[in-house]
């Protein structure tokens, strides 16, 4: 049970800074370096009370965070795509198994469409096209708050010390 606090207590943390990111981004349209340090560095705590072991379980995390950065920055190379956001996501992957980071990246990019219709709406008709500037933080930050509220965490910690 002890393993469930911690786990429940860096999950929450993970929410937080979530919504931190979020807000940050519809303010000032950025993801602060040290919001995206501390989600990167909290995973470490999580693979310690979740009982991951180095191989595979640590391994595979560090091969998905290190595939969605290099896809990623490719985006970000091209100006389809926030340093924050890159750095948000790549943070992700650390934290969640790779099928629940594609389940994240699935309600992402619905929900990203949703946010860039909506905005883009809302500029044309305010005339403004030319100021649009997508947060796309609150996608990443939404698609992970429904990813961390669905997933039982007890489960995916008995299953990996079982």
């Known amino acids: 049970m002890q393993g469930n606090t911690i786990i429940y207590g860096l999950v929450g943390a993970l929410a937080i800074a979530l ?7 519809i303010r000032r349209r950025q993801i602060d370096n040290w919001l995206n340090a501390t989600v990167a560095l909290g995973a470490p705590l999580f693979w310690w009370a979740a009982g991951f ?39 992700l992957a650390l934290w ?24 883009s709406m809302w500029h044309i008709m305010r005339r403004r096209k030319d100021r649009l500037k997508i947060p796309y933080g609150v996608a990443i930050a939404g698609a992970g708050l429904w990813v961390i509220g669905t997933t039982n965490w007890a489960a995916l910690h008995a299953a990996t010390i079982g």
């Open 96 to 119: 969640l198994p790779p099928l629940m980071f594609g389940k994240l990246l699935l309600i992402m990019a619905i929900a990203g469409g949703v946010l860039t219709i909506v905005l």
């Open 53 to 91: 072991s180095l191989w595979p379980d640590v391994a595979l995390h560090l091969g998905v965070a290190a595939v969605t950065f290099f896809l990623l920055a490719g985006l970000f190379a091209l100006k389809m795509m926030g340093g924050g956001d890159v750095k948000l996501l790549t943070a």
């Open 19 to 25: 919504l931190v990111a979020a807000f940050t981004d």
